[in-house]
């Protein structure tokens, strides 16, 4: 097996020791799995090096087993598979996994369409409304302290939220629209073809949820 990996580059050597290594035997392996971690030596470190480009290098590993229908990590984050891939290269998984959910009204779409808006982490979802060709989804997100079954101080129960209209794509989920007032109007201001089925009952967000915040006055003499 061959692994390319981006490494410094300039005038003189900016790379020594470049290896790839199975670390499965060495720390365990999990199942559907073949670990691999990417090592090298540079002074890139040092801008004085002249190490400030990048160049493409290929270090060869010879797995105790073929790969077969596992997935390839690489450095723990990297993950490649043979599924769907024009062999003998492997496909680079994205941030959904080697399999994307399909879009459509699951639970497991709905989270891809929270990754399409960059939602903060632990955002949990209030409403959906789709049909499998448009989506309204509601969520929200904590904030405040941290205060574990804390419910009775209004800051351990305080949150914010959002709502976020989508279309179904190939590629999944695509935002169109995002706004806080009650049925269509902000949605039909960019897309009027989006279903009044859908986006009609909405009620607006309450303003505790999305504040909207004016300009600072200034005093002038």
């Avoid at 077969?68 to 680079?92: I, N, S």
């Avoid at 351990?156 to 959002?162: E, I, K, P, V």
């Avoid at 009027?192 to 505790?208: D, H, I, R, Y």
């Amino acid at each position: 097996m061959s692994i390319d990996a981006d490494v410094p580059s300039g005038e003189r050597p900016c790379v020594r020791d470049f290896k790839a290594r199975d670390t499965d035997a060495e720390y365990g392996s999990v199942p559907g799995t073949v670990h691999v971690q990417v090592t090298f030596e540079s002074p890139s470190g040092d801008r004085r090096s002249g190490c400030t480009k990048e160049r493409t290098a290929t270090a060869r590993l010879r797995l105790p087993e073929p790969l077969g229908t596992r997935q390839l990590v690489v450095d723990d984050h990297t993950v490649f598979t043979a599924d769907g891939a024009e062999l003998p290269a492997l496909r680079l998984c994205g941030e959904l996994g080697c399999t994307p959910p399909a879009t459509g009204c699951t639970p497991n779409s709905y989270e891809q369409a929270l990754k399409a808006v960059d939602a903060p982490e632990h955002t949990y979802r209030d409403a959906e409304h789709c049909d499998g060709k448009w989506l309204v989804l509601d969520f929200s997100w904590r904030t405040g302290p941290a205060c574990g079954d804390d419910t009775a101080d209004p800051a351990c129960t305080s949150r914010l939220g959002d709502r976020w209209f989508f279309r179904a794509e190939k590629s999944g989920w695509k935002p169109i629209a995002r706004g806080s007032a009650e049925g269509c109007t902000d949605v039909h201001r960019v897309e009027p073809a989006f279903p009044t089925a859908l986006c009609g009952p909405l009620p607006a967000l309450a303003p505790s949820l999305h504040p909207t915040y004016s300009p600072t006055a200034t005093a002038t003499p």
